[in-house]
Antibody, heavy 128, light 111 residues
Framework: EVQLVESGGGLVQPGGSLRLSCAASGFTFSNYWMSWVRQAPGKGLEWVVNIKQDGREKKYVDSVKGRFTVSRDNAKHSVYLQMNSPRAEDTAVYYC?????????????????????WGRGTLVTVSS | QSVLTQPPSVSGAPGQRVTISCTGSSSNIGATYDVHWYQQLPGTAPKLLIYGNNNRPSGVPDRFSGSKSGSSASLAITGLQAEDEADYYCQSYDFSLSDYVFGTGTKVTVL
Protein backbone atom coordinates (compact mmCIF):
# COMPACT_ATOMS: atom_id res chain seq x y z
CA GLU A 1 0.00 0.00 0.00
CA VAL A 2 1.26 3.45 -0.90
CA GLN A 3 1.39 5.43 2.33
CA LEU A 4 3.21 7.84 4.59
CA VAL A 5 3.17 7.39 8.36
CA GLU A 6 4.33 10.15 10.69
CA SER A 7 5.48 9.70 14.26
CA GLY A 8 7.30 11.55 17.01
CA GLY A 9 4.80 14.25 17.88
CA GLY A 10 3.92 15.19 21.43
CA LEU A 11 4.27 17.89 24.05
CA VAL A 12 7.49 19.89 24.00
CA GLN A 13 8.50 22.90 26.03
CA PRO A 14 9.37 26.18 24.34
CA GLY A 15 13.08 26.13 23.61
CA GLY A 16 13.24 22.34 23.76
CA SER A 17 13.61 19.94 20.85
CA LEU A 18 11.61 17.26 19.08
CA ARG A 19 12.25 15.02 16.10
CA LEU A 20 9.47 13.98 13.77
CA SER A 21 9.74 10.98 11.48
CA CYS A 22 7.87 9.95 8.37
CA ALA A 23 8.09 6.42 7.01
CA ALA A 24 7.20 5.84 3.38
CA SER A 25 6.08 2.60 1.78
CA GLY A 26 4.63 1.34 -1.46
CA PHE A 27 6.65 3.57 -3.80
CA THR A 28 10.26 4.31 -4.71
CA PHE A 29 10.99 6.85 -2.00
CA SER A 30 14.34 7.94 -3.41
CA ASN A 31 12.67 9.21 -6.59
CA TYR A 32 10.72 11.98 -4.89
CA TRP A 33 11.11 15.31 -3.23
CA MET A 34 9.41 15.22 0.16
CA SER A 35 7.80 17.91 2.24
CA TRP A 36 6.42 18.79 5.66
CA VAL A 37 3.19 20.80 5.82
CA ARG A 38 1.59 21.89 9.07
CA GLN A 39 -1.85 22.94 10.27
CA ALA A 40 -2.34 24.86 13.49
CA PRO A 41 -5.50 23.97 15.46
CA GLY A 42 -8.53 25.28 13.61
CA LYS A 43 -6.36 26.97 10.98
CA GLY A 44 -5.32 26.42 7.38
CA LEU A 45 -2.40 24.63 5.79
CA GLU A 46 1.13 26.02 5.82
CA TRP A 47 4.04 24.57 3.86
CA VAL A 48 7.13 24.19 6.09
CA VAL A 49 9.98 22.57 4.17
CA ASN A 50 10.96 20.59 1.05
CA ILE A 51 13.89 18.24 0.61
CA LYS A 52 15.26 16.96 -2.69
CA GLN A 53 15.65 13.30 -3.56
CA ASP A 54 19.36 13.17 -2.58
CA GLY A 55 18.92 15.41 0.46
CA ARG A 56 21.30 18.05 -0.88
CA GLU A 57 18.72 20.72 -1.58
CA LYS A 58 16.37 21.97 1.12
CA LYS A 59 14.00 24.87 1.24
CA TYR A 60 12.35 26.25 4.38
CA VAL A 61 9.60 28.73 5.12
CA ASP A 62 11.13 31.82 6.72
CA SER A 63 9.45 31.29 10.09
CA VAL A 64 11.38 28.07 10.79
CA LYS A 65 14.76 28.87 9.22
CA GLY A 66 17.59 28.33 11.66
CA ARG A 67 15.38 26.34 14.05
CA PHE A 68 14.10 23.36 12.06
CA THR A 69 16.22 20.94 10.04
CA VAL A 70 14.93 18.45 7.50
CA SER A 71 16.81 15.30 6.54
CA ARG A 72 16.14 11.98 4.88
CA ASP A 73 17.47 8.44 4.81
CA ASN A 74 16.64 6.81 1.49
CA ALA A 75 17.82 3.42 2.74
CA LYS A 76 15.19 3.61 5.47
CA HIS A 77 12.58 5.26 3.23
CA SER A 78 12.20 7.98 5.80
CA VAL A 79 12.23 11.75 6.13
CA TYR A 80 12.76 13.61 9.38
CA LEU A 81 12.10 17.03 10.85
CA GLN A 82 14.30 18.13 13.74
CA MET A 83 12.53 20.89 15.62
CA ASN A 84 14.84 22.96 17.81
CA SER A 85 13.78 25.92 19.91
CA PRO A 86 10.11 25.46 19.10
CA ARG A 87 7.70 28.25 19.89
CA ALA A 88 4.05 28.24 20.87
CA GLU A 89 3.15 29.25 17.30
CA ASP A 90 4.72 26.00 16.03
CA THR A 91 1.88 24.07 17.67
CA ALA A 92 0.23 22.18 14.83
CA VAL A 93 -0.45 18.87 13.19
CA TYR A 94 2.58 18.14 11.01
CA TYR A 95 1.90 16.27 7.78
CA CYS A 96 4.49 14.52 5.67
CA UNK A 97 3.73 14.84 1.96
CA UNK A 98 5.14 13.54 -1.31
CA UNK A 99 5.99 16.26 -3.80
CA UNK A 100 5.38 16.22 -7.53
CA UNK A 101 6.48 18.81 -10.04
CA UNK A 102 6.31 19.59 -13.73
CA UNK A 103 7.60 22.34 -15.94
CA UNK A 104 5.74 24.64 -18.29
CA UNK A 105 7.92 26.20 -20.96
CA UNK A 106 6.51 29.45 -22.27
CA UNK A 107 7.67 33.04 -22.31
CA UNK A 108 9.42 32.05 -19.13
CA UNK A 109 9.95 28.57 -17.72
CA UNK A 110 7.72 27.83 -14.75
CA UNK A 111 8.04 24.87 -12.42
CA UNK A 112 4.84 23.86 -10.68
CA UNK A 113 4.80 21.89 -7.46
CA UNK A 114 2.02 20.04 -5.65
CA UNK A 115 1.55 17.41 -2.95
CA UNK A 116 0.02 14.18 -4.17
CA UNK A 117 0.27 11.90 -1.13
CA TRP A 118 -0.20 12.83 2.51
CA GLY A 119 0.29 11.07 5.80
CA ARG A 120 -2.24 11.21 8.63
CA GLY A 121 -0.15 13.71 10.56
CA THR A 122 1.36 13.95 14.02
CA LEU A 123 0.38 16.58 16.59
CA VAL A 124 3.07 18.79 18.09
CA THR A 125 2.11 20.91 21.09
CA VAL A 126 4.57 23.52 22.28
CA SER A 127 3.74 24.56 25.81
CA SER A 128 5.29 24.89 29.22
CA GLN B 1 -1.30 35.25 6.37
CA SER B 2 -2.08 33.51 3.10
CA VAL B 3 -1.63 35.27 -0.24
CA LEU B 4 -4.40 33.17 -1.80
CA THR B 5 -7.88 34.24 -0.73
CA GLN B 6 -10.89 31.92 -0.61
CA PRO B 7 -14.41 32.49 0.74
CA PRO B 8 -14.69 31.13 4.30
CA SER B 9 -17.74 29.07 3.48
CA VAL B 10 -20.10 28.00 0.73
CA SER B 11 -23.19 25.86 0.97
CA GLY B 12 -25.64 24.08 -1.25
CA ALA B 13 -28.39 21.52 -1.29
CA PRO B 14 -27.73 17.97 -2.45
CA GLY B 15 -27.54 17.84 -6.21
CA GLN B 16 -26.72 21.50 -6.61
CA ARG B 17 -23.57 23.05 -8.06
CA VAL B 18 -21.23 25.10 -5.90
CA THR B 19 -18.06 26.95 -6.79
CA ILE B 20 -15.11 28.02 -4.67
CA SER B 21 -12.91 30.88 -5.78
CA CYS B 22 -9.20 31.29 -5.14
CA THR B 23 -7.87 34.78 -5.73
CA GLY B 24 -4.15 35.41 -6.03
CA SER B 25 -1.91 38.03 -7.59
CA SER B 26 0.71 38.70 -10.24
CA SER B 27 3.36 36.91 -8.18
CA ASN B 28 1.55 33.58 -8.03
CA ILE B 29 -1.50 32.53 -10.07
CA GLY B 30 -1.18 35.60 -12.30
CA ALA B 31 2.44 34.70 -13.03
CA THR B 32 1.23 31.55 -14.83
CA TYR B 33 1.79 29.21 -11.89
CA ASP B 34 -0.85 26.51 -11.87
CA VAL B 35 -3.38 25.94 -9.10
CA HIS B 36 -3.97 22.70 -7.24
CA TRP B 37 -6.86 21.82 -4.93
CA TYR B 38 -7.08 19.66 -1.81
CA GLN B 39 -10.05 18.24 0.07
CA GLN B 40 -9.85 17.76 3.83
CA LEU B 41 -12.68 15.72 5.29
CA PRO B 42 -13.40 16.35 8.98
CA GLY B 43 -10.64 14.97 11.19
CA THR B 44 -8.54 13.64 8.32
CA ALA B 45 -5.47 14.59 6.31
CA PRO B 46 -5.73 16.64 3.12
CA LYS B 47 -6.15 14.75 -0.12
CA LEU B 48 -5.18 15.92 -3.60
CA LEU B 49 -8.34 16.71 -5.55
CA ILE B 50 -7.20 18.66 -8.63
CA TYR B 51 -3.69 19.30 -9.97
CA GLY B 52 -2.54 21.54 -12.78
CA ASN B 53 -5.71 23.66 -12.71
CA ASN B 54 -8.08 21.04 -14.06
CA ASN B 55 -6.64 17.52 -13.80
CA ARG B 56 -8.16 14.89 -11.53
CA PRO B 57 -6.02 12.16 -9.96
CA SER B 58 -7.27 8.64 -10.41
CA GLY B 59 -10.27 7.97 -8.20
CA VAL B 60 -11.53 11.53 -7.94
CA PRO B 61 -15.11 11.78 -9.25
CA ASP B 62 -15.70 13.90 -12.33
CA ARG B 63 -18.14 15.97 -10.26
CA PHE B 64 -15.06 17.95 -9.28
CA SER B 65 -13.56 20.31 -11.84
CA GLY B 66 -11.12 23.20 -11.79
CA SER B 67 -10.43 26.24 -13.89
CA LYS B 68 -8.07 29.19 -13.91
CA SER B 69 -8.26 32.66 -15.42
CA GLY B 70 -5.85 35.51 -14.87
CA SER B 71 -4.95 35.72 -11.19
CA SER B 72 -7.83 33.58 -10.00
CA ALA B 73 -8.96 29.97 -10.05
CA SER B 74 -12.15 28.12 -9.23
CA LEU B 75 -13.20 24.71 -8.03
CA ALA B 76 -16.66 23.52 -9.02
CA ILE B 77 -18.58 20.68 -7.44
CA THR B 78 -21.59 19.54 -9.43
CA GLY B 79 -24.22 17.17 -8.09
CA LEU B 80 -23.28 18.04 -4.52
CA GLN B 81 -23.35 15.08 -2.15
CA ALA B 82 -23.34 14.81 1.65
CA GLU B 83 -19.89 13.22 1.52
CA ASP B 84 -18.51 16.40 -0.10
CA GLU B 85 -18.86 18.28 3.17
CA ALA B 86 -15.26 19.21 3.90
CA ASP B 87 -12.68 21.96 3.85
CA TYR B 88 -11.14 22.78 0.49
CA TYR B 89 -7.78 24.50 -0.10
CA CYS B 90 -6.18 25.88 -3.23
CA GLN B 91 -2.38 25.90 -3.58
CA SER B 92 0.15 27.48 -5.91
CA TYR B 93 3.66 28.91 -5.88
CA ASP B 94 4.59 32.52 -5.17
CA PHE B 95 7.84 33.65 -6.75
CA SER B 96 8.18 36.84 -4.73
CA LEU B 97 7.97 34.87 -1.47
CA SER B 98 9.71 31.82 -2.94
CA ASP B 99 7.09 29.82 -1.05
CA TYR B 100 4.53 27.16 -1.79
CA VAL B 101 1.33 28.92 -0.76
CA PHE B 102 -2.07 27.63 0.27
CA GLY B 103 -5.38 29.40 0.17
CA THR B 104 -7.25 30.43 3.30
CA GLY B 105 -9.58 27.46 2.97
CA THR B 106 -13.30 27.10 2.32
CA LYS B 107 -15.76 25.03 4.31
CA VAL B 108 -18.41 23.41 2.14
CA THR B 109 -21.68 22.63 3.89
CA VAL B 110 -24.33 20.41 2.37
CA LEU B 111 -27.73 21.66 3.48
Amino acid sequence: EVQLVESGGGLVQPGGSLRLSCAASGFTFSNYWMSWVRQAPGKGLEWVVNIKQDGREKKYVDSVKGRFTVSRDNAKHSVYLQMNSPRAEDTAVYYCARVRYYDIIGVMAVRNWYFDLWGRGTLVTVSS
Amino acid sequence: QSVLTQPPSVSGAPGQRVTISCTGSSSNIGATYDVHWYQQLPGTAPKLLIYGNNNRPSGVPDRFSGSKSGSSASLAITGLQAEDEADYYCQSYDFSLSDYVFGTGTKVTVL
